[in-house]
């Protein structure tokens, strides 16, 4: 069994960004990002710390709007409207998930599509669906692919099944493993908690990518002997042993799932810093193309 060692991956395409970054500032360009983060909540501000740190780290320009939780929608779509406008800044993401009384689809569209790093806006997930080269695709589906392709896990032709269906994981997902080329011509099955049979549909996968936002979801039923599982989810559970009194775990139960798979991503120190590393990629690749 391999383990799939996601921060040292994502250590060596920070390291290409870092040069990427060298290289456009010397022409006068020098990326920009913006985080927008409306409320307290920790785990937000723990993710916007990450990406605001990593971003300086490597050479770029970085802002960070930490806005009130009663912040209206109006105010915050007038900050995005004032990044869209701002030539210092090339890529924007607003944190998810914002307070409840804010219409997060209707700031996702507000964005400037060429500043949507996050790659959620509806240009950009047209885009990906068409498999067009353009497109800025989610950093954490795009991190997976990167995962596969940086281990030498051949996916074409490879049965693939995405456990979850969401926009930021299953679906983007789905469709970059679907997409002609490196690290896509797979046939894939997109399954969820629907899903009749779920863990003999699973069981079928070469490569099965599990982002169902479950807790130790995916038990060794799930898994055929020999495949690779990549593990999306990121889950706080109580751990009367830690000093903290939790534990982090992935939708994967690790333990029993491991023994079973020719390689695997753990949890932490899988996906996670590969979902950071493909950020500030896309936002260099922002500043690439509107700087042309």
Same mark, same amino acid.
């Given at each position: 069994?391999?383990?799939?060692?996601?921060?040292?991956?994502?250590?060596?395409?920070?390291?290409?960004?870092?040069?990427?970054?060298? #290289?456009?500032?010397?022409?006068?360009?020098?990326?920009?990002?913006?985080?927008?983060?409306?409320?307290?909540?920790?785990?937000?501000?723990?993710?916007?710390?990450?990406?605001?740190?990593?971003?300086?780290?490597?050479?770029?320009?970085?802002?960070? +709007?930490?806005?009130? +939780?009663?912040?209206?929608?109006?105010?915050?779509?007038?900050?995005?409207?004032?990044?869209?406008?701002?030539?210092?800044?090339?890529?924007?993401?607003?944190?998810?998930?914002?307070?409840? +009384?804010?219409?997060?689809?209707?700031?996702?569209?507000?964005?400037?599509?060429?500043?949507?790093?996050?790659?959620? +806006?509806?240009?950009?997930?047209?885009?990906?669906?068409?498999?067009?080269?353009?497109?800025?695709?989610?950093?954490?589906?795009?991190?997976?692919?990167?995962?596969?392709?940086?281990?030498?896990? #051949?996916?074409?032709?490879?049965?693939?099944v995405v456990l979850g269906r969401s926009m930021i994981v299953g679906k983007p997902m789905a469709l970059l493993l679907m997409n002609k080329g490196r690290g896509g011509d797979a046939t894939v099955t997109v399954a969820h908690s629907r899903t009749r049979n779920l863990a003999e549909v699973c069981s079928r996968a070469d490569i099965l990518i599990a982002a169902i936002g479950q807790p130790e979801f995916v038990k060794a039923n799930f898994v055929r002997e020999g495949a690779v599982v990549i593990d999306v989810g990121i889950n706080r559970v109580a751990d009367p042993s830690s000093a903290k009194g939790s534990r982090l775990v992935g939708d994967v139960a690790f333990a029993e799932v491991a023994p079973k798979c020719s390689a695997i991503t753990p949890v932490p120190g899988g996906v996670g810093p590969m979902t950071i590393a493909m950020l500030m990629h896309n936002t260099v690749l922002a500043a690439q193309r509107i700087s042309r």
């Open positions: 069994m391999t383990l799939i060692d996601g921060k040292a991956i994502a250590q060596r395409i920070n390291e290409q960004t870092r040069a990427a970054v060298a #290289e456009l500032t010397a022409r006068g360009v020098k990326p920009g990002l913006a985080v927008v983060v409306v409320g307290d909540d920790p785990a937000s501000h723990a993710y916007v710390r990450s990406k605001e740190k990593t971003s300086t780290e490597l050479g770029m320009h970085s802002v960070k +709007h930490a806005l009130p +939780h009663d912040t209206t929608q109006a105010q915050l779509l007038e900050v995005v409207r004032t990044l869209n406008n701002n030539p210092a800044i090339h890529g924007i993401l607003v944190q998810s998930p914002p307070p409840k +009384h804010i219409d997060e689809r209707a700031i996702v569209e507000a964005l400037d599509p060429r500043k949507d790093v996050d790659g959620f +806006h509806p240009i950009n997930v047209a885009k990906l669906a068409l498999g067009d080269a353009d497109a800025f695709v989610p950093c954490t589906p795009l991190g997976c692919q990167r995962l596969l392709i940086e281990s030498g896990i #051949e996916t074409a032709g490879a049965n693939v």
